[in-house]
Nanobody, 124 residues
Framework: VQLQASGGGLVQAGGSLTLSCAAA????????TGWFRQAPGKEREFVSI????????YYRDSVKGRFTISRDNAKNTVYLQMNSLRPEDTAVYYC??????????????????WGQGTLVTVSS
């Protein structure tokens, strides 16, 4: 599965951005899809994941209530709506397709395909 992430940019604290992850290939529809991020000088970390049907979703604690993950399988696309952005959300955001359909497997080793990353910069 090939993934293309987009939608990053520069935004002021409190603002919003929506990231998109477009996939090539119908196999994408049967896979859970996640978003990860890597801030400068830090390890990559899990942000959110959605299962193949779009019903089950999980978030890291620091983004709960601010970020919303969704998917449109007809368009082979997963979205990450980010509201109330904070400077600490600044990072390169990556989408990734899991090897499985459910969303309970969130460690990086469960993800087989990765997008190229899109930079989100939140100014204070």
């Amino acid at each position: 599965v090939q993934l293309q992430a987009s939608g990053g940019g520069l935004v002021q604290a409190g603002g919003s951005l929506t990231l998109s992850c477009a996939a090539a290939g119908r196999l994408f529809r049967g896979k859970a899809t996640g978003w990860f991020r890597q801030a400068p000088g830090k390890e990559r970390e899990f942000v959110s994941i959605i299962n193949s049907s779009g019903v089950r979703k999980y978030y890291r604690d620091s983004v709960k209530g601010r970020f919303t993950i969704s998917r449109d399988n007809a368009k082979n696309t997963v979205y990450l709506q980010m509201n109330s952005l904070r400077p600490e959300d600044t990072a390169v955001y990556y989408c990734a397709a899991s090897r499985v359909s459910n969303a309970e497997y969130q460690r990086e080793e469960y993800f087989a395909s990765w997008g190229q990353g899109t930079l989100v910069t939140v100014s204070s």
